[in-house]
């Protein structure tokens, strides 16, 4: 996923081999869209104006299911970089 800050978009990421697109919201929620090209994503994810991109090119031009995007808390992340060796 490549993080991003444009509108409401916080990160995206495509999965070139399954043609999918996932977009990730500020407010937690993220959409995936099938049937996304390469060249779709190049132009998308390289945008000086993504978020303008996004509702112009993907939003309405393809199917999306909606879903959550992944947070880690920030507690377990910190949980993870002072982990000592041998813990699980």
């Not at 697109?21 to 993504?50: H, K, N, Q």
């Not at 031009?61 to 982990?83: C, N, P, T, W, Y």
Request: hydrophobic share 35%; charged share 35%; net charge positive.
């Amino acid at each position: 996923m490549k993080k991003i800050n444009a509108g409401k978009l916080r990160a995206i990421g495509y999965d070139p081999r399954e043609r999918i697109l996932r977009v990730e919201f500020d407010d937690g929620s993220a959409i995936d869209y099938s049937g996304v090209g390469s060249e779709t994503w190049r132009r998308f994810s390289t945008s000086s104006a993504a978020w303008s991109f996004y509702r112009d090119n993907i939003e309405e031009e393809f199917a999306g299911k909606r879903g959550r995007a992944a947070v880690a808390s920030k507690r377990a992340e910190l949980d993870a970089l002072f982990k000592q060796p041998g813990e699980e």
